[in-house]
């Protein structure tokens, strides 16, 4: 008989043994609006709702600002799932997100073409 395990289920030939859409509850669509590069954060304030393991599991991983992109590596779970997950936490008050800082400044042409350079040597 297998010994249990701690994390999702895992089959090394198969993979994830429950499918992403289960995680979600079948939901496709974040509640929160959320971008890749959103930071996500931990308010310290328990969950208001009992949540599955995933929830847990993501929850812990906002201890500090975190890209919504690095929690779903670290989950092995696709975006659109881990966004749904972190909206119910967000929902819950056990998260904040913010929107990524983008800068407005153009890119200096010159580092484009030295890059553009780099990559044509590279061929």
């Given at each position: 008989m297998p010994a249990p395990q701690d994390g999702p289920?895992?089959?090394d030939a198969a993979g994830r043994l429950i499918r992403p859409y289960t995680v979600s509850n079948?939901?496709?669509?974040?509640t929160a609006t959320l971008d890749l590069l959103s930071q996500?954060?931990?308010t310290g304030q328990p969950p208001q709702a009992p949540l599955g393991p995933e929830h847990s599991q993501a929850l812990g991983?906002?201890?500090?600002?975190?890209?919504v992109a690095e929690i779903a590596?670290?989950?092995r779970l696709p975006a659109v799932?881990?966004?749904v997950l972190l909206s119910d936490l967000v929902d819950c008050g056990a998260v904040t997100a913010?929107?990524?800082?983008?800068?407005?400044?153009p890119?200096?042409?010159s580092l484009l073409e030295a890059v553009l350079d780099g990559l044509r040597r590279r061929l």
């Open positions: 289920w895992l089959d079948g939901r496709t669509r974040p996500v954060m931990a991983l906002c201890e500090g600002p975190t890209s590596a670290h989950l799932v881990t966004k913010r929107a990524p800082r983008f800068h407005h400044t890119t200096d042409r």
